[in-house]
């Protein structure tokens, strides 16, 4: 048997897209192994969110040659964001590598790996196929648990640091039947529903939601990731009222400053954020909203950092993922002159952090002694007899393991809360 290895980079879409991939070489005969040594092909699935992704992977990249001279038959392809937005530019740097597949082409994997086989030739294949990774193909999913859902690719909003709609293509909505009959089929007990922007969802994200819901085989809905422009109340009233779908929503504000988010062109202000976030909290009782925030984005001053940190105190976020801004060529933001020296985006992001634990604590602290449902996930990394689950509002809990098998859904006590787990006891 020909064996394959997918090492993925970046965000979730492209750990949906690496699966995927996988269940297309499976039908042509191929195993996944974790050994690279003992593969014949080798798939780098690319992200180039941030310069540093970019850098790790041309570094595995390096670190790959040597595998090609042990192994001439052996092939490297490149996919992924950074194979869409480099394309020929990754063949100069690393000319070991064989092909080079952009986004929205899983489906021709299989043609170019047989291709390659039979006569050696590089690949480079970035035409922007709209239509292409819409359509249902095989999936060998990497998760029990979680089966992520790809609902919709691309993004028509154009936030100015974001490379994404340049790199991934216009959005396009996959068929409700589709998708549908995927969570029928997907045999883990949760699903997330993925894409850029899912409240746009083209046949209606409520909808969707609400059929979701009813499908027997599943125990819980998530998804991601939500704009705050495009949330509405149908889809507030969808979760409300939804058995399935977990209490969290993830709503990237970005900043705290209506000067900054105006120049990110993300098309709301603070203050309709707060009013989305309160309409939020009104209709889904013990809801937990996170968020993303970007720290020194071109020309933000010591007062927009100041009215993101008291924003962070008004609408106190279950938890934040912070990142600092980084320059994306072919962006506009990247083009913007007013760009801030690297220390003084890292002692923001410090003091940006620093509040957002406490608050994040502070959330947590109160739900000592509550009891909770979580799915039982498994074992911890550092210890077989601690276990992991996860609450309806996606929360980590740990708890000492007795009889539970993964996919349980169990209630635990909270005992000891802290800032980003909580641990429990069964009761
Ligand atoms: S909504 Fe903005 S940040 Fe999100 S993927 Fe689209 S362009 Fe990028």
């Not at 549908?180 to 529903?193: G, K, V, W, Y």
């Not at 002692?347 to 509040?355: A, F, G, P, T």
């Not at 005992?415 to 429990?424: E, R, S």
């Amino acid at each position: 048997m020909k064996k394959i290895s997918i090492l993925t980079f970046g965000c979730q879409m492209n750990r949906a897209d690496s699966e995927r991939m996988l269940g297309e070489m499976q039908i042509d005969g191929f195993e996944l192994t974790e050994n690279l040594d003992e593969a014949d092909l080798i798939l780098v699935n690319t992200c180039c969110v941030r310069e540093s992704a970019e850098e790790k992977i041309f570094g595995k990249l390096g670190e790959l040659k040597h595998l090609k001279t042990k192994n001439p038959n052996l092939i490297l392809g490149v996919t992924g964001c950074m194979a869409q937005k480099d394309g020929s530019k990754i063949l100069e740097k690393a000319r070991h590598v064989d092909f080079i597949l952009g986004t929205g082409k899983i489906s021709k994997l299989r043609s170019i790996v047989a291709e390659i086989e039979s006569n050696r030739k590089k690949i480079i294949d970035t035409a922007l196929d709209e239509f292409a990774d819409t359509r249902s193909i095989s999936i060998a999913r990497e998760n029990s648990i979680n089966a992520w859902i790809p609902i919709m690719y691309g993004c028509d909003n154009f936030c100015t640091y974001c490379i994404v709609p340049h790199v991934r293509g216009r959005e396009r909505s996959r068929e409700p039947i589709q998708i549908l009959r995927e969570i029928e089929t997907c045999s883990a007990p949760e699903i997330t529903l993925l894409g850029q922007n899912v409240n746009s969802y083209s046949h209606g994200f409520a909808d969707l939601l609400r059929a979701a819901d009813k499908i027997e085989s599943i125990k819980r809905i998530r998804f991601m990731t939500s704009h705050p422009k495009d949330l509405n109340d149908d889809v507030i009233n969808a979760i409300a009222n939804g058995e399935k779908i977990c209490e969290h929503i993830h709503l990237p504000i970005q900043h705290g400053s209506n000067r900054i988010l105006k120049r990110m062109n993300r098309g709301y202000t603070v203050e309709k954020y707060l009013d989305l976030a309160q309409k939020i909290r009104e209709k889904i009782p013990n809801v937990s909203i996170t968020t993303d925030l970007i720290v020194g984005f071109p020309g933000e001053s010591e007062e927009d950092l100041d009215l993101t940190l008291e924003m962070l105190k008004q609408i106190r976020f279950d938890a934040a993922f912070t990142f600092i801004y980084s320059r994306r060529s072919g962006t506009p933001a990247d083009q913007f002159s007013d760009q801030i020296p690297d220390e003084i985006k890292h002692s923001r992001l410090n003091r940006l952090m620093e509040v957002q634990n406490r608050i994040s604590f502070e959330i947590n602290s109160a739900m000592k002694d509550q009891s909770v449902e979580i799915l039982v996930e498994g074992e911890s990394k550092s210890d077989s007899k601690i276990w992991t689950g996860r609450t309806r509002t996606n929360k980590i809990v740990l708890f000492e393991h007795r009889d539970e098998s993964i996919g349980d859904l169990i209630q635990v006590k909270i005992i000891q809360p802290q800032t980003w787990i909580l641990k429990g006891v069964i009761e």
